[in-house]
């Protein structure tokens, strides 16, 4: 929208106008939308920035090309290079970031509908947003199967072998399929809950988009399920999606750390959140 169309529904299409709508108790339904750019001041590159992002970094892997790592028909021939990744990736090396708190937060004051994140990182989940507020919509670590009998493989042997860099393979004689943290790979079915939960948006009285490209489908296209005059924040280190189309689109670029604190101070809430982020 161009600065002389007014908001709908906000006071004013600002940080300010915005807090204000929170601290007027009208956002009692607010959805979050993450991505890897929420993990990358925990020490977790995201994929997608120019020179820190992993994609820029995979040529030590030789990958045909940098979406390989996550590709099913990919991994079958050669599961190497995700399992170098999975070795750096994975859960328990990392510290929630103050925006994931952040989203606990909103939890905790009893305002969060649902949190779809895209990470894999499982980071949402050590900040303390409850199991069932989370839509893992590219699944997650929490899980491993056999990529060809879907058997379920223990937690602690996969575990063993992600730290030794070592390829696990189904444990069933008769199968001997490779195995596979249950994380989404390109040319893979979305998890059912997010297809349960994907019309959630529309009920929303407010969406925060935190730290995502918004590149890939169908996730790119929860914002857009928002009603019309729904205010959605953005906060992140580039413009994405359609958000800023909207009469009610507020745009917050820069740092998702930065952003979010200067979120909370305007809604009163900085000290409590810097306090539970110092117990994380
Ligand atoms: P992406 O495509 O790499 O985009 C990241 C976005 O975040 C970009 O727009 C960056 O500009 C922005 N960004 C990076 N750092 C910051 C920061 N500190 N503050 C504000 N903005 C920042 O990642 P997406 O999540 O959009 O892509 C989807 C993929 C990435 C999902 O399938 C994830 O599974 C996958 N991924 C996840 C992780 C993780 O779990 N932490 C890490 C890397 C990739």
């Known amino acids: 929208v161009d600065e002389a169309t007014p908001p709908w529904t906000l006071q004013s299409r600002t940080l300010e106008g915005l807090a204000g709508y929170i601290r007027d108790g ?8 993450t991505g890897a750019g929420i993990s990358t001041s925990a020490g977790i590159p995201d994929f997608r920035s120019p020179t820190t992002g992993l994609y820029a970094n995979l040529a030590r892997l030789n990958l045909p090309y940098a979406e390989a790592v ?40 009893g305002l969060l509908l649902k949190l779809f994140t895209q990470n894999i990182d499982c980071l949402e989940r050590e900040a303390g947003v409850p199991d069932d507020k989370i839509v893992e919509a590219h699944g997650s670590f929490a899980r ?13 042997l996969i575990r063993k072998h992600i730290e030794e860099m ?14 596979k943290p249950e994380i989404v790979f390109f040319g893979e079915q979305l998890p059912a809950a997010f297809f349960a939960n994907r019309g959630l948006p ?18 790119a296209s929860l914002p857009g399920f928002c009603e019309e005059g729904v205010p959605r924040l953005l906060i992140n280190q580039e413009q994405v999606g359609s958000l800023g189309s909207r009469p009610d689109d507020v745009l917050l670029l820069g740092d998702c ?15 409590e959140l810097e306090a539970l982020w110092a117990k994380m």
Request: glycine residues 6%; hydrophobic residues 35%.
């Open 70 to 109: 996550f590709d099913i028909s990919y991994f079958r021939q050669n599961p190497r290079p995700f399992y170098t990744l999975a070795h750096e990736l994975y859960p328990g090396k990392y510290r929630p970031t103050i925006t994931h708190c952040f989203i606990r937060l909103l939890n905790d004051k």
């Open 144 to 156: 491993q199967s056999c990529i060809e009998c879907k058997t379920l493989y223990p937690d602690d």
């Open 202 to 219: 529309a009920e929303a009285d407010l969406c925060i988009v935190l730290g995502t490209s918004l590149t890939v489908q169908p996730f």
């Open 166 to 179: 070592a390829i696990p393979f189904c444990q069933r004689k008769s199968c001997g399929g490779l195995v």
């Open 26 to 33: 009208k956002a009692k339904r607010v959805v979050v939308m």
């Open 257 to 271: 750390d930065d952003g979010v604190r200067k979120l909370a101070k305007a809604c009163g809430w900085l000290e």
